[in-house]
């Protein structure tokens, strides 16, 4: 919300702005003030397990929305039952989408993907 008003305080001080150069405007206010936030944790610990947290953060980026953060990768140990340690991740993402839906699609990945 701060930046899309430092943009809109912008463009009002702004001495001439071009009537295209107004709606890219209008349209890059609108869409981060109607954009959620949402932050996703992930883990795999079969096979390629980077290979697997890479595919992931693609499709997330494919289906739900745009990357705005990544943290780095870490190594954990499994926790609660014996298998191998994991590699853990989390990221930032901005959609339109709201919560249940952002859960619905995160849902068909895991799923997708095995």
Excluded at 13 to 23: E, L, Q, T, Y
Excluded at 27 to 47: P, Q, T, V
Excluded at 54 to 69: N, T, Y
Excluded at 89 to 97: K, Y
Aim: hydrophobic share 40%; charged share 25%; proline share 2%.
């Amino acid at each position: 919300m701060k930046d899309a008003k430092k943009l809109l305080k912008k463009f009002m001080s702004a001495d001439f702005v071009s009537k295209i150069g107004f709606v890219k405007l209008f349209y890059e206010i609108y869409h981060r003030i109607k954009m959620n936030k949402a932050y996703i944790s992930l883990g795999s610990n079969k096979d390629d397990r980077l290979g697997n947290i890479q595919g992931a953060v693609f499709r997330i980026q494919k289906d739900i929305g745009v990357l705005i953060d990544l943290s780095s990768i870490y190594e954990t140990l499994s926790w609660g039952f014996d298998g191998p340690d994991f590699l853990n991740a989390c990221i930032g993402i901005e959609t339109e989408l709201q919560p249940l839906q952002v859960l619905n699609n995160l849902l068909k990945i895991e799923q997708q993907m095995g």
